[in-house]
């Protein structure tokens, strides 16, 4: 039994060369540097410090591995977009993002993190297109919902799901609170039919 609890970091990565061998099974979270990505894992695995949470957007530079058991994997990608960083860095960043995400063959679902009061940035977009093309599943979350009032939060989702179907694919929306965890439930739910999922590796 899938237990997210048990997530225990294995390593940091600059590139997917150093990571561990291509096999079992992975799942991504990716997202702008300032959506909450490391505060949604840590809610994930009722664990508060397993992915490092910063007031400064864009801590997480490279590829970091918490194993759930012998087979399978969450993978806190680096951030984008947002951070106040050399131009450099953020080129190397980005590499690393897109190296892994097209390579990587044992990859089973994309979780692709947003701030609810900026849903759909442009780099947002291209991800989901992207993975979408990779026959990927992905599921957007919508972080930092109790940022938002109920006819708001409620109206935004409309919103996004509205423009699900314009990327085609199996592409699903959720909103998310790492304060009071609401939508952790929904969350747990897609990551538990990904892992389970007996689909081929992707060539």
């Avoid at 990565?13 to 300032?34: K, Q, T, W, Y």
């Avoid at 695995?45 to 087979?71: H, M, Y």
């Avoid at 609170?177 to 929904?186: E, F, I, P, R, V």
Wanted: proline letters at 4%; charged letters at 25%.
């Amino acid at each position: 039994m899938l237990n997210f609890q048990n997530a225990r970091f294995v390593t940091s990565a600059p590139d997917i060369r150093h990571l561990s061998a291509d096999e079992g099974m992975e799942v991504a979270f990716a997202g702008r540097s300032n959506a909450g990505k490391s505060s949604a894992l840590n809610v994930l695995t009722r664990q508060k410090s397993l992915a490092r949470t910063s007031k400064t957007p864009g801590r997480t530079q490279q590829i970091n591995v918490f194993a759930l058991d012998e087979k399978r994997r969450l993978i806190d990608l680096p951030g984008y977009g947002f951070a106040k960083v050399p131009l450099e860095m953020k080129l190397k960043w980005q590499q690393a993002l897109s190296e892994y995400l097209q390579a990587r063959k044992c990859l089973r679902g994309l979780v692709v993190l947003m701030d609810i009061r900026h849903p759909l940035k442009d780099l947002d977009q291209e991800l989901i297109h992207w993975a979408v093309a990779s026959d990927l599943p992905v599921l957007v979350v919508l972080t930092k919902a109790d940022k938002l009032k109920s006819g708001v939060r409620k109206a935004t989702l409309m919103k996004v799901q509205e423009a699900i179907p314009g990327f085609g694919g199996d592409v699903s929306v959720i909103t998310f609170s790492s304060l009071n965890k609401s939508g952790l439930a929904d969350m747990e739910h897609v990551l538990f039919q990904w892992f389970e999922a007996t689909a081929p590796e992707r060539s």
